[in-house]
């Protein structure tokens, strides 16, 4: 290039004559101790460089790239991570502008992991690069440093990896259902194989469960999902009904199966919802079989309702089948007591469960501090929280006295503290206490810090019997500050001894990923930063400018009295993984957290300024939290899960879990048997059978499940029989080696007893049903009797209303003929005689007609149904009982406004508010107007007709078994034969219904009729 061939040689025509180009230039490059490489550009069809040949690379080069001279391949091919770093740019950007270019760049990658200086410029048509890796110098301090925290980063990313993947083969194995969604549209992240069971091959991961299973449409499933994730609530479920089409037949009904389950929010660093985490348990058979009962009630009462309107319809004629009527109602109610009991205790029984499990819950067990509770002057573990026990993996601490458990506290003040707390009652409290541990996994002793208080616990006496015990580990922080302080010292200590290679020392510092910044004066300017600082302030013009100036956000934050208080009173103050918060031109608010430390800066003994020093820990911080969160989502699955669950551990199954469901159900406390031997911890297990069982799931890797198993457990001091359902899931490692056993279990044994119970009740009520058949069978021959006695009776009546009309017809005549012929001789007899023969007559042909109506009543199931409109059909009625209304006095009221038609046989419907509304104009109290008033009613969609009036009434207590019988009358003062009331229970009887009756004497009567 033009610009290029200008740049003046600096090299005299003698030299060059002394010194050969060709040779001069083959020297350089063979013996130059920095790296030297020779590129050429690959360009697109655009005319962009994307990439670059490789056309030489010297022997320094060779060493430091551990690539030979001249490789194969492209520049990307070999050192893709060159794009992230941004050193491919600049090698493009000094090949297009023909200027020298300089870069420092920290790059790790590529198999490469050191800090290299770099320059580059165009010669003709390639580009010259020369580079020089600090791996051949020494390491500073602020690097090594460096090099140490990238390393703890590495291992905290390894330990979270190894966590994740532990999270995410227990789940895995787990033995109930487990899936993950994530986001609003609940796409699935993670399925266990007893969940994908669920919808057999069908795909799950990748898909939203909208689209996975769409069957879900019109069940509840997709609401809840999208309430616990709007709202970050959890959600439980017991024994919700879910249909799905579990082997992908698409059938026209689907299965329906029951499940308990959860739905927990999962929360991401920020704690913000991000998806749901689902744990899930089929109890179908525990519902089927309560349902069974239920369903065996209902046919019980079914079958005494039908056994009883059987009895009623015969009980005037049958008085022996009405006693076994009431045996058997009796047996029926004892066998529900029975079944409401029993249903009642298990009500009672898991409404205990749940208020214990709750109250579990809200105990320290969660407490995130190190808690434990020491009795009596040995000073015992009495009780100890999960967060104080993974202080010591491995070491059981409970029922054992303290120097026991941890010996080599011995002589520590921690123990002389204890003690003296024990002694005197006074609590003791101290920051950043120093503990040695001995370490589970060597035997190491190592140091260990806590915020730690000893507070005396008192009886109900006052006196001390115990301690009470909180802490919290501070390792991390005070050994940060320990090694920021170290480090600081070094550093000041440095800067003061070597003043003369202060612009080295800038130069690592400019190097340096860490910021590093001197504030001068008390209002804090910038008077130096290196790049690492600009980068956190990126866009600003830094130099010169106080720090609440240049990031007004830090003084909200709090940095600004932070740095005041350095500057007033000349101490350190240290800062471990503190939040920041960094407001860039163009972007949200960004959270990074730093290490730091601001140390006064003096000269002639006066505080002048603050040194600043701070490493940004942000991915460290992110994936602990993350660590933990994943960790208490674990835990708190576990501990809320519907079912009892426990993983033991080893040859020996030691129990490294147990949920309170799987405590209460083996009828021992936590402390009882966590990190406890099985079979030691529960001495009743043995002989039965379980160590052969959890053996084979061992030795095999193969599931084993049981249903119904009877196992021998202690309930309130005593060993009882259990019935349980259960599974032995067999856990593995990464190397598919078989290192423990998980158990999800299920208490059974009230199901058990009901179907016992429901057993022995279906024998009985067999026994009873065969009793029941013989009294049938009695029954029936009894009816076929009164079948043929009713048609007699309707034989006689059809006779006597026919046959016997005619005659009175006759009678009725002839006595007319004879009263106008016939001359009575004492006018007295005519005056008691004639009148005495009209009402004769009269009676005898209204009971002849009242005969004929029963006659028509016993065809009334023929006649039709017809829509009738019941005010129409009233008033109809009312005209022909208006001269009774007038001479009563009567006031007829009526509301059919919940129904103003019904449809019935109208001409039964007619003769039904006939003879009531006669009935009660006939009966009516003289001594005050009549009041009659008729409305009707639904009852379960069925019109019910309501007649009230103010009459005389009558007992009806005293009559009610007669009521309804054939010419029986309650008054006698006027005229009637008694036939209406019993036409009127005919009808409605014939249409399938009944009538209620309430009356009372001097206050009037009202009639329920259930048309």
């Known amino acids: 290039m033009a610009d290029a061939a200008a740049v003046p040689s600096p090299f005299s025509t003698d030299l060059r004559k002394l010194f050969p180009a060709d040779d001069l230039l083959v020297g350089l490059l063979e013996n130059a101790l920095n790296g030297v490489a020779l590129y050429t550009p690959i360009r ?28 194969a391949g492209t520049y990307l091919q070999h050192f893709p991570h060159t794009v992230q770093t941004g050193v491919f740019t600049f090698h493009c950007e000094a090949f297009e502008s023909g200027q020298p270019r300089r870069m420092e760049v920290n790059y790790q990658g590529d198999g490469l992991d050191n800090y290299f200086l770099l320059s580059a410029r165009r010669v003709g048509a390639g580009l010259l690069v020369s580079f020089l890796d600090t791996a051949d110098q020494p390491r500073s301090a602020v690097e090594k440093a460096l090099r140490e925290s990238q390393a703890r980063e590495r291992a905290a990313l390894a330990e979270a990896e190894s966590q994740r993947a532990s999270l995410h083969e227990t789940f895995m194995q787990a033995p109930a259902m487990i899936c993950i969604f994530g986001g609003p549209e609940h796409v699935f992240e993670l399925a266990n194989p007893l969940y994908q069971k669920l919808v057999g091959d069908r795909p799950l991961v990748g898909y939203p469960i ?30 919700m009904l879910v249909q799905l089409d579990h082997d992908n037949s698409h059938p026209q009904e689907l299965e329906k199966r029951y499940y308990n389950f959860i739905y927990q929010a999962r929360r991401n660093a920020q704690g913000v919802v991000d998806g749901i985490l689902v744990f899930a348990y089929d109890v179908t058979t525990q519902v089927e079989a309560r349902q069974q009962i239920a369903s065996s009630e209902q046919q019980t009462a079914t079958a005494n309702e039908e056994l009883a309107s059987t009895n009623e319809e015969i009980q005037a004629s049958n008085t022996e089948l009405l006693r076994a009527q009431l045996l058997l109602r009796e047996l029926n109610q004892e066998l529900e007591a029975r079944v409401a009991e029993r249903t009642a205790q298990v009500q009672a029984a898991q409404a205990e469960a749940e208020r214990q499990q709750t109250r579990l819950e809200q105990f320290f067990m969660q407490a995130p501090a190190a808690i434990c509770i020491l009795d009596g002057p040995e000073l015992v573990y009495e009780l100890v929280n999960p967060a104080y026990q993974a202080f010591f993996p491995g070491r059981p601490l409970l029922g054992r006295p303290l120097l026991d458990a941890l010996p080599e506290i011995a002589d520590h003040a921690v123990y002389r503290a204890f003690r003296k707390v024990f002694e005197t009652g006074i609590t003791h409290e101290e920051p950043a206490l120093l503990i040695p541990f001995v370490r589970s996994s060597d035997g190491v002793l190592e140091d260990r810090y806590f915020n730690y208080i000893q507070q005396a616990r008192y009886d109900e006496s006052g006196q001390i019997d115990g301690i009470l015990v909180f802490a919290l580990e501070v390792t991390e922080q005070v050994m940060a500050r320990q090694q920021a302080d170290a480090l600081q010292a070094k550093l000041l200590a440095t800067a003061r001894r070597q003043a003369q290679e202060r612009e080295t020392l800038y130069q690592v510092f400019e190097q340096t990923p860490a910021i590093v910044g001197l504030l001068r004066g008390p209002d ?488």
């Open 210 to 239: 909208r689209t996975a299973m769409p069957e879900l449409e019109g069940q509840p499933i997709f609401g809840l999902l999208d309430e616990v994730y709007r709202t970050g609530e959890t959600f439980r479920a017991n024994e």
């Open 44 to 71: 697109a069809e655009s005319g962009e460089i994307v990439d670059f040949a490789i056309q030489l690379l010297n022997p320094a080069a060779q060493r430091m790239l551990r690539q030979p001279a001249r490789p």
């Open 524 to 1011: 804090h300017r910038v008077e130096y930063f290196n790049n690492a600082y600009q980068q956190l302030v990126m866009g600003r013009l830094v130099r010169g400018r106080p720090v609440a100036e240049l990031q007004p956000e830090a003084v909200g934050q709090g940095f600004i009295d932070l740095l005041d208080r350095v500057y007033r009173t000349g101490e350190t103050y240290y800062g471990n993984e503190v939040a920041l918060q960094v407001e860039r031109e163009g972007r949200p608010r960004q959270t990074s957290y730093l290490n730091f430390t601001y140390q006064a800066y003096q000269e002639q003994g006066q505080t002048v300024g603050i040194s600043v020093f701070a490493y940004d820990v942000t991915e460290q911080v992110l994936a602990r939290q993350l660590r933990l969160a994943q960790q208490r989502q674990l835990n708190a699955l576990f501990e809320q899960a519907p079912v009892a669950i426990a993983v033991l551990r080893g040859p020996k199954y030691l129990v490294e879990l147990a949920n309170p469901g799987m405590c209460e159900l083996w009828g021992h406390t936590r402390e009882e048997v966590l990190d406890k031997l099985l079979f030691e911890a529960m001495p009743e297990l043995q002989g039965q059978g379980f160590a052969e069982l959890l053996n084979n799931v061992v030795a095999t890797g193969e599931v084993y499940a049981a249903q119904e198993r009877p196992i021998r457990l202690p309930r309130q001091d005593q060993t009882v029989e259990v019935y349980v359902n259960f599974v032995y899931q067999p856990l593995h490692d990464g190397a598919g080696t078989t290192t423990g056993v998980a158990v999800v279990a299920t208490d059974v044994s009230e199901q058990v007893a009901a179907r016992q119970l429901l057993a022995q009740a279906n024998a009985e009520l067999s026994a009873a049903n065969q009793a029941a058949v013989a009294r049938n069978a009695e029954l029936a021959a009894a009816n076929q009797q009164l079948i043929r006695t009713n048609q007699d009776l309707d034989n006689f009546v059809y006779a006597a209303s026919h046959d016997l009309k005619q005659p009175v017809n006759n009678l009725h005549g002839l006595f007319e003929e004879l009263r106008t012929v016939t001359t009575f001789t004492d006018p007295d007899e005519e005056d008691m005689l004639v009148p005495m023969i009209d009402e004769a007559l009269h009676q005898l042909a209204a009971t002849i007609d009242d005969l004929a109506a029963v006659g028509q009543a016993q065809q009334l199931p023929t006649l039709p149904a017809e829509t009738v409109d019941l005010a129409e059909l009233t008033q109809e009625v009312l005209q022909t009982l208006q001269p009774q209304a007038l001479a009563a006095r009567a006031r007829i009221t009526t509301d059919f406004s919940a129904r103003p038609t019904i449809s019935y046989a109208r001409a039964n419907l007619r003769t039904i508010l006939l003879n009531l509304l006669s009935n009660s104009l006939k009966y009516n109290d003289p001594s005050r107007p009549c009041r009659v008033h008729l409305s009707l009613w639904l009852e379960a969609g069925r019109p019910v007709l309501l007649v009230e009036d103010n009459g005389l009434g009558f007992d009806v207590d005293r009559h009610r078994a007669e009521l309804f019988h054939l010419f029986r009358r309650f008054h006698d003062h006027t005229e009637g034969t008694g036939v209406g009331l019993y036409l009127v229970n005919r009808m409605v009887q014939s249409h399938g219904g009944h009538i209620e009756v309430e009356s009372e004497v001097g206050v009037g009567s009202t009639f329920r009729l259930f048309l």
